[in-house]
Nanobody
Framework: QVQLVESGGGLVQPGGSLRLSCAASGSGFSIYVMGWYRQAPGKQRELVAAITSGGSTNYADSVKGRFTISRDNAKNTVYLQMNSLKPEDTAVYYC????????????WGQGTQVTVSS
């Protein structure tokens, strides 16, 4: 069992930055692929970025060059650094942990709101 708690969301102006954190409790953090997803009102949840325990990353085209995902396996934490934020980045951001050997075994955080507005 893995529990995920996100933090770091908030209101920011266009062009600004935020860093999201996701702290995982439970055992075996390093066996999970960690990801950030987001869901805007009226839209489907979409993958923003993901990172393996070895540090391989994957990004949505819409955030490449602006967002950076990282993880600290010693602290059981994954981060999402978001720069050059745009209004279209406004969404609830969710942390996800997916077992690397059993992809159907996954956990979600409760979500954190990110609002980009002037």
């Amino acid at each position: 069992q893995v529990q995920l708690v996100e933090s770091g969301g908030g209101l920011v102006q266009p062009g600004g930055s935020l860093r999201l954190s996701c702290a995982a409790s439970g055992s075996g953090f390093s066996i999970y692929v960690m990801g950030w997803y987001r869901q805007a009102p009226g839209k489907q949840r979409e993958l923003v970025a993901a990172i393996t325990s070895g540090g391989s990353t994957n990004y949505a085209d819409s955030v490449k060059g602006r967002f950076t995902i990282s993880r600290d396996n010693a602290k059981n934490t994954v981060y999402l650094q978001m720069n050059s934020l745009k209004p279209e980045d406004t969404a609830v951001y969710y942390c996800n942990a997916q077992h690397r050997m059993v992809p159907t075994l996954e956990y979600w955080g409760q979500g954190t709101q990110v609002t980009v507005s002037s």
